[in-house]
């Protein structure tokens, strides 16, 4: 049963920075993505960033393009979601999600391809 644990939230100041990280276990696929999801109060669940661990292309929205950047550490089994000029319209629970194996879109950032989750961790950002 792959399992996902975050970690790395906090609360940070607008313009500030902060590093998550999603350690994988029982994994037994290679292929698929690893993406992150946020969650703010009253809202939608939505994807905010996107790996594909078979060409380690990534996709993100508009809203992070140029200030979130997801990268993994293979020998750690861990993906990181490094966030930077945070906004206070950043803050919310995030979550890493992975796909069970191969999903040919899964860059598409929708909840439905995606069937492990983590718990989450909590990002505010003050203004």
């Known amino acids: 049963q792959v399992q996902l644990e975050e970690s790395g939230g906090g609360s940070v100041q607008a313009g500030g920075s902060l590093r998550l990280s999603c350690v994988v276990s029982g994994d037994p696929y290679s292929l698929g993505c690893i993406a992150w999801f946020r969650q703010a109060p009253g809202n939608e669940r939505e994807g905010i960033a996107g790996l594909s661990l078979g060409n380690s292309k990534t996709r993100y929205p508009d809203s992070v393009i140029g200030r979130f950047t997801v990268s993994r550490d293979n020998a750690k089994s861990t993906v990181y979601l490094q966030m930077n000029s945070l906004k206070p319209e950043d803050s919310g629970q995030y979550y890493c999600?992975?796909?069970?194996?191969?999903?040919?879109?899964?860059?598409?950032?929708?909840?439905?391809?995606?069937?492990?989750w983590g718990r989450g961790t909590q990002v505010t950002v003050s203004s």
């Open positions: 999600a992975r796909t069970r194996g191969l999903e040919s879109r899964c860059l598409a950032l929708e909840e439905p391809m995606y069937t492990f």
